[in-house]
């Protein structure tokens, strides 16, 4: 899989979300995604739930003729997203996008049942897509161990796991760095820390063994809290080859 190469890269990739919900604004920030350096595009389909078919099509195809890479996230309402339905929903949807835009892979909240999960694991590897396990967490930070557990658990059933948390003092972030670097160093699966909000921003651009598999920029105005700007990430990146 495409996506598992990037992930397993030195440096974090990179990926920008797509968030419109017309056809006209998602011509706009596709041709955005096209022209920065970011790598993935993360489509929130959560904020357009009523996308239609053809859109969808029209969307995987323009990311990925331009040699890029679709993560496709359904976000609930419960994580930050705008998704309020009931699970058979959420994994319908996933099931009808996925077959039209071909993303390369998914985000899949681990607070799902462990039928949906399968469900959608066995879809997702039917099409060469891989799939990502995630939790935020927009009050606190948890401690070491019990991110550790967490990070574990996931990585028993996805192909990548993810961790986003809220800081509240400069020691969690510090913590969400060890965090990271304990899961490059034991675990198989890559591994995706981040902090949310201003005293995350470090761990969105940390290098070496504190790097996330992933991390994620803005293209525009800030779409999440703590998120830099694709141009200053990736100039961040250039510094620290």
């Given at each position: 899989?495409?996506?598992?190469?990037?992930?397993?890269?030195?440096?974090?990739?990179?990926?920008?979300?797509?968030?419109?919900?017309?056809?006209?604004?998602?011509?706009t920030?596709?041709?955005?995604?096209?022209?920065?350096?970011?790598?993935?595009?993360?489509?929130r389909?959560?904020?357009?739930?009523?996308?239609?078919?053809?859109?969808?099509?029209?969307?995987?195809?323009?990311?990925?003729?331009?040699?890029k890479?679709?993560?496709?996230?359904?976000?609930?309402?419960?994580?930050?997203?705008?998704?309020?339905?009931?699970?058979?929903?959420?994994?319908?949807?996933?099931?009808?996008?996925?077959?039209?835009?071909?993303?390369?892979?998914?985000?899949?909240?681990?607070?799902?049942?462990?039928?949906?999960?399968?469900?959608?694991?066995?879809?997702?590897?039917?099409?060469?897509?891989?799939?990502?396990?995630?939790?935020?967490?927009?009050?606190?930070?948890?401690?070491?161990v019990?991110?550790?557990?967490?990070?574990?658990?996931?990585?028993?059933?996805?192909d990548?796991?993810?961790?986003a948390?809220?800081?509240?003092?400069?020691?969690?972030?510090?913590?969400?760095?060890?965090?990271?670097?304990?899961?490059?160093?034991?675990?198989?699966?890559?591994?995706?820390v981040?902090?949310?909000?201003?005293?995350?921003?470090?761990?969105?651009?940390?290098?070496?063994?504190?790097?996330?598999?992933?991390?994620?920029?803005?293209?525009?105005?800030?779409?999440?809290?703590?998120?830099?700007?694709?141009?200053?990430?990736?100039a961040?990146q250039?510094?620290?080859k």
């Open positions: 899989m495409e996506f598992m190469k990037a992930m397993r890269a030195e440096l974090a990739a990179i990926a920008v979300p797509l968030t419109a919900n017309t056809a006209a604004a998602m011509q920030q596709l041709q955005a995604f096209c022209q920065s350096p970011a790598q993935v595009a993360e489509w389909v959560d904020a357009w739930p009523d996308v239609d078919d053809q859109t969808a099509a029209i969307i995987g195809t323009r990311v990925h003729a331009a040699g890479l679709l993560l496709m996230t359904l976000r609930t309402h419960a994580e930050g997203g705008a998704f309020t339905g009931e699970e058979g929903e959420y994994v319908a949807m996933y099931s009808r996008l996925g077959h039209r835009a071909h993303p390369d892979a998914i985000d899949v909240t681990d607070i799902v049942s462990v039928t949906a999960r399968l469900l959608l694991l066995e879809q997702a590897h039917r099409h060469d897509c891989a799939v990502v396990a995630s939790h935020h967490d927009f009050q606190a930070t948890p401690i070491v019990q991110a550790e557990a967490r990070l574990r658990a996931q990585a028993a059933w996805a990548v796991v993810k961790l948390a809220m800081p509240q003092e400069p020691a969690d972030t510090l913590n969400l760095l060890a965090i990271s670097a304990w899961a490059r160093a034991n675990l198989a699966k890559p591994a995706i981040i902090g949310m909000g201003t005293l995350g921003q470090l761990t969105r651009i940390a290098a070496g063994p504190f790097a996330p598999a992933l991390t994620f920029a803005s293209l525009g105005a800030v779409r999440a809290s703590g998120q830099l700007s694709v141009a200053t990430v990736s961040l250039v510094e620290q």
